[in-house]
Structures are given as C-alpha cells and as structure tokens.
C-alpha cells in the first residue's frame, strides 16, 4: 500500500504565505509526477501545480508567479509554497502521486484546508 500524507495548511490572511507538504510512504518501486491539486466548495478539483521525477513544473494560470512547487527526492515528499495568497485560493488541497507499485497507479491524500482570509 502507498500513503501520502498533506500538511501545512491553515488559516491565512490575504497577501500571507504558507507551505504544504506532502509526504510518501509504504511498499513502491518508485515516485513519477506528483502534483498538488485543489477542490474548493461547490467546484470541481483543479490542477495547481506538478513537478515530474526529472524536475519539470507546470502550473496552472491562476497561480504562476505566486505559487513554486518542489521535491525531495530523497525523502519523498513535495512541497507547495503559496505566496501573495488570494481569498479565491481557499480550498482543500490534495496531493497525489503517480507510483509504480507492481503497476503503475495514481495516489491521494487526504487533503488539507488552505483558508485565506480577505
């Protein structure tokens, strides 16, 4: 079994910061993209951001420039910093993980609540 496992959310004042982490564990061969994701109330789950194995990044439009996304490789985890934070990026964020364990498979957290506050 692989579990991920989100921390770092919170209570935010607009124009704040905060940094998420997302950390893997359990029986897996290996970590391909991991991406964060996010769902906010009454909407569908979005792509934010999404760091291959070899580093590449995408993020999605409402968040470039404020938002980096990053990896250890080492000790399986990635992390989220969000700047200049905004009211509309209020909602629950989930990491997920694409890893090869026996077959290759999509993993998720539990996700965790970014409240920003205008």
């Known amino acids: 079994q692989v579990h991920l496992v989100e921390s770092g959310g919170g209570l935010v004042q607009a124009g704040g910061t905060l940094r998420l982490s997302c950390a893997v564990s359990?029986?897996?061969?290996?970590?391909?993209?991991m991406g964060w994701y996010r769902q906010a109330p009454g909407k569908q789950r979005e792509l934010v951001a999404i760091?291959?194995?070899?580093?590449?990044?995408n993020y999605s439009d409402s968040v470039k420039g404020r938002f980096t996304i990053s990896r250890d490789v080492a000790k399986n985890t990635a992390y989220l910093q969000m700047n200049s934070l905004k009211s509309e990026d209020t909602a629950v964020y989930y990491c997920?993980?694409?890893?090869?364990?026996?077959?290759?498979?999509?993993?998720w957290g539990q996700g965790t609540q970014v409240t920003v506050s205008s």
């Open positions: 997920k993980a694409r890893v090869r364990a026996g077959v290759l498979t999509d993993a």
């Open positions: 359990g029986s897996f061969y290996g970590i391909y993209d």
């Open positions: 760091i291959t194995n070899s580093g590449r990044t």
